[in-house]
């Protein structure tokens, strides 16, 4: 275990032992609460798990360094910022997808375009947004998150 796990762990239990000497009522009632959320999100979980398994089988490690690690950079780039506009996943399914695609071969600057616009820019949601915000606001936002993401895979790569 790394210096940097240890250190959340001795705070996180500091502040678990702080909140159990302060208020042990509220701190028990809220690990309750807690457990009862994760025993929610446990289908969810494991479906993203699967979902991530599933993608991988059907576009194998090569296919993944060949096109998002070995062939030309910007465009790459440009193309998985595309899909990530285009893609609607939940960010706690983003992650673990994203950590998994590096791992099979892919360069960081493409993957965090990816990332970084299935976040911030909404092709899907659109309608939704342009029925609560107005037409130019959602265009304006898009287009700014767009390249503002391209602009941080970019940056991305030059400090990883």
Do not use: C, H
Not at 49 to 54: D, K, P, R, S, V
Not at 131 to 149: H, Y
């Amino acid at each position: 275990m790394d210096m940097f796990t240890m250190a959340l762990w001795v705070i996180t239990g500091t502040w678990f032992i702080w909140s159990m000497i302060k208020d042990k009522k509220k701190t028990l009632n809220s690990i309750k609460m807690s457990s009862g959320m994760m025993k929610n999100m446990i289908g969810e979980i494991v479906g993203i798990l699967f979902l991530i398994g599933l993608i991988l089988t059907f576009i194998p490690p090569d296919t993944i360094k060949q096109y998002m690690g070995q062939s030309n950079i910007f465009i790459s780039t440009i193309i998985s910022a595309f899909v990530g506009s285009i893609t609607l996943i939940p960010a706690f399914v983003a992650f673990p997808l994203v950590g998994s695609l590096v791992n099979a071969g892919a360069n960081i600057v493409p993957v965090v375009a990816f990332l970084t616009t299935l976040t911030m820019v909404g092709i899907v949601t659109f309608p939704l947004e342009k029925r609560k915000f107005g037409m130019k606001f959602t265009i304006v936002r898009n287009s700014l998150s767009f390249v503002f993401a391209i602009i941080i895979a970019l940056l991305m790569g030059v400090l990883i």
